[in-house]
């Protein structure tokens, strides 16, 4: 799995990066939930007391026609990519925010391992999995961003991408945004159906990556790209000496 952080002032096309990817996954036959603010029982999950005692009432168990289950699962568990689009939620260094920050760090540990546990525990009951999801998190700068990159194991998880604004970009996405407008019918369908067709060559290419395996193998020459993107980072200040 591969999880990212994009950080960039607002305006200049986070939300339509996040499609972008969303139209990859589905195609990829991925399950995709975008979440803005949310809670613990949205995101992990809750226990139903009432579904419990329905089952206890009509003598219901797991695997019986009827049977309720209590267990109510958030969308780490029932989904494979998981966009944060509001992601100042999740990355501000608040008391508010621990939980969250704290269940996405052990949803990008290893897959099936201790530290991949997630759960919520409630008066009601106890909601407890392995979460296989890949996450995505977007947001604008924040002041607090480098005390929550320093202080805390969330970002250090996902490949990091901070995007600075100058006026000449803001200018290019602007101007792109204009050229964008559709004049005629058919020109959407013609700039539809072209987006539709480098998305699916794009598609193509990861599954010939990917072949028949359940992962996607770094090949050996990415290893000097990816020590030289963690150099790069620290040269940056955005991560500190030993990790």
């Known amino acids: 799995r591969i999880h990212i952080t994009i950080i960039s002032p607002s305006g200049i096309g986070k939300s339509e990066s996040n499609d972008f990817f969303a139209k990859v996954a589905t195609q990829l036959k991925l399950t ?11 995101v992990i999950g809750s226990y139903s007391r009432e579904n419990e005692m329905l089952n206890s009432k009509h003598h219901k168990d797991p695997g019986d026609e009827g049977f309720l289950d209590p267990k109510q699962y958030g969308v780490l568990h029932k989904n494979d990519y998981v966009i944060f689009d509001e992601g100042e939620v999740v990355l501000k ?16 540990n290893r897959y099936g391992s201790i530290g991949n546990t997630i759960s919520n525990d409630l008066v009601s009951g106890n909601i407890s999995y392995h979460s296989h999801s890949s996450i995505c998190i977007t947001s604008y700068y924040l002041n607090e961003f480098r005390e929550t990159l320093i202080t805390r194991g969330l970002i250090q998880r996902t490949m990091l991408y901070v995007q600075e604004s100058n006026r000449g970009l803001r200018q290019e996405i602007e101007n792109s945004s204009i050229l964008s407008l559709w004049s005629k019918p058919r020109d959407k369908s013609v700039r539809v159906s072209k987006l539709e067709r480098l998305i699916s060559e794009f598609v193509s290419e990861l599954q010939k990556i990917k072949g028949s395996e359940n992962t996607i193998y770094v090949f050996e020459d990415v290893y000097p790209q990816l020590i030289r993107y963690k150099e790069e980072m620290r040269m940056m200040g955005m991560m500190p000496q030993g990790q």
């Open 93 to 108: 260094p608040a008391s508010s925010n621990e939980k969250i920050q704290n269940t996405l760090q052990a949803v990008m």
């Open 32 to 42: 995709v939930k975008s979440v803005g603010r949310t809670n613990d029982a949205a």
